[in-house]
């Protein structure tokens, strides 16, 4: 009997653990053990995932050139056709000879006219030679001694020697005792002319003021904050203050020794008239005394001119004659670059390889400076323009990869990648995408227009294990698989789930590599336990995948 009560007992206990993991699998992990297989074997193994965005455009050319000549005329030369390839550098189309020759003309009258201009420039910056300063230099000398020789007549017809030498001495005694009085009193002025001084004093302060300019802006042309063009006006300047300072101490000096000069030849002359006064009792006549003044005003009035003269050739050039000469030059060079750029004009040139496109004109045809008569693009620069939806814009990112087809070119694909995404949405009847452009990394082949489709990875993973989509279900909020065991029979078995792809899901956790789980193609025997969740119910879409 107690045999029996222990076989009894452990029979209840055993199916009390039956019933509880029956009960387990039934309604919290909703899994059973099928009897048979039914549907597809597929092994769980290690693979790469993509997660992509797929979206559609056309082809654009990035680099085109509408090429037009620079001036007015008859197309003489149209070398290329539609279709036909290029160099860069290569002659496309020119206009006819007898345009050609003017512009060329206007080349040859404008040059001439930029060499006159520097010439014009070159005489104004350089107005005198050595020769024409050293002729200025003797001019002044001749006019001093011509003025000497001048007043030296003037005192000879004052005091002249005739047959009436009696009756011209006592005149002569009283003129050159008056001229004697005024060469002192000349003297006493030439020495201490108040406004001689003054003005000398001016001239000295000027030439100091003139000098402190040119220090300074010497000292920062040395250190380069300024150029020629502020520093030889000032150098100019106190030239001209010093020749001036100069010449008015010149002058003070010179009536000074005049006015002495002028008193020992008065004193002389009294001496000579009161020695001979019984014999010079005569005068000189007024009309021979005016004319000899006229000379010596006239030889005053040489005089100053020369050493005007000389002053304006020691001044060096005029400013304002250079710097209407330096703009005549530029805008000689101006006329001169125009008319250079018209005779260029008048031949269309590749600028760059590429393909014509069109062309615009026909030979001996007018055509103005704005027609274009070759159309250049380049088949290498092109781009995909696509319009991505607002749902898929925020996995793309500039330099992602991508790969891209076209209708045109079957069984072909080409690399690209993202090179632009424009932060602007186009909303057409409701439905919002963002333009997209692709570079195609080798667009052989491709033509402007054609239709495209893309897909840009954005997301990748390497060496994950991975199931087919259709083997993963949801039950309960889990997802799980159907294991196949090595008996041949089934298990449902919760798994963890990482990134989805187009056909196949990454698993975290709860498989191994190796195992195979079933692709289902029948309703199963496997009874849902749970909430009673109906098969397929509640599948969560998978994370990334064609968009």
């Known amino acids: 009997m107690k045999t029996w009560r222990i076989v009894a007992l452990l029979l209840v206990a055993a199916a009390a653990i039956w019933g509880g993991y029956t009960g387990y699998n039934r309604f919290f992990v909703g899994e059973t053990k099928a009897a048979t297989v039914q549907g597809q074997t597929v092994a769980v193994a290690r693979g790469s995932l993509q997660a992509r965005v797929s979206a559609s455009g056309s082809a654009a050319v990035t680099r085109q050139s ?9 197309l003489g030369e149209l070398v290329v056709k539609m279709g036909e390839g290029v160099k860069a550098g290569q002659v ?20 001439a006219n930029v060499n006159i201009a520097k010439m014009d420039l070159e005489d104004a910056l350089s107005p005198y030679t050595a020769t024409d300063l050293s002729v200025a230099q003797q001019g002044v000398r001749q006019a001093e001694a011509s003025l000497g020789v001048a007043r030296q007549d003037l005192e000879d017809v004052q005091n002249p020697y005739t047959e009436l030498d009696i009756s011209m001495a006592e005149s002569a005694v009283r003129d050159a005792g008056a001229a004697l009085d005024m060469a002192r009193r000349n003297q006493g002025l030439a020495e201490n002319d108040p406004a001689n001084n003054d003005s000398i004093r001016t001239l000295e302060d000027q030439a100091s003021y003139y000098e402190q300019v040119y220090g300074k802006l010497l000292a920062r042309f040395n250190e380069g904050d300024v150029g020629h063009d502020k520093l030889d006006p000032a150098y100019n300047n106190l030239l001209l203050a010093k020749d001036k300072l100069a010449a008015a101490r010149e002058k003070k000096d010179l009536a000074v020794v005049t006015a002495r000069n002028d008193v020992a030849k008065a004193q002389d002359a009294l001496a000579k008239a009161q020695d001979d006064l019984a014999k010079k009792q005569s005068g000189a006549e007024p009309k021979d005394v005016e004319k000899q003044e006229s000379v010596v005003i006239a030889a005053e009035a040489s005089l100053e001119k020369a050493r005007a003269d000389l002053a304006e050739k020691l001044a060096g050039p005029d400013t304002r004659t250079v710097e209407k000469a330096r703009n005549q030059v530029i805008s000689a060079e101006a006329a001169l670059n125009t008319a250079q750029e018209k005779l260029k004009g008048a031949t269309i040139i590749a600028p760059f390889d590429g393909l014509v496109a069109s062309t615009g004109a026909n030979l001996g045809e007018p055509v103005a400076a704005s027609t274009v008569v070759v159309t250049l693009l380049d088949p290498q620069a092109l781009r995909i323009d696509m319009s991505v939806a607002e749902s898929d814009i925020a996995f793309l990112r500039p330099g992602q990869s991508a790969t891209v087809t076209f209708d045109a070119l079957s069984g072909q694909t080409f690399a690209a990648r993202v090179d632009g995404i424009s932060p602007t949405a186009k909303v057409q009847s409701g439905v919002v995408n963002y333009p997209v452009t692709l570079t195609l990394d080798q667009p052989s082949g491709v033509k402007e227009g054609m239709t495209a489709s893309a897909q840009v990875v954005y997301q990748q993973k390497d060496n994950v294990l991975l199931v087919p989509n259709r083997a993963i279900k949801t039950q309960g909020g889990k997802r799980t698989v159907q294991v196949v065991l090595p008996d041949g029979t089934t298990e449902t078995r919760t798994v ?32 849902q336990g749970g909430a009673g969740i109906p098969p397929g119910a509640g599948i969560l879409p998978g994370i990334g995948g064609p968009r």
């Open 66 to 74: 509408k090429l037009s000549f620079g001036s007015a005329g008859s």
């Open 92 to 111: 496309l189309a020119k206009l006819d000879a007898s345009t050609v020759a003017t512009l060329e003309n206007s080349v040859i009258q404008a040059d």
């Open 496 to 527: 963890q789930t990482g990134m989805s792809g187009e056909q196949s899901t990454e698993v975290a956790s709860g498989l191994e590599e190796g195992e195979k789980v079933l692709i289902p193609t029948t309703t199963t025997t496997t009874s």
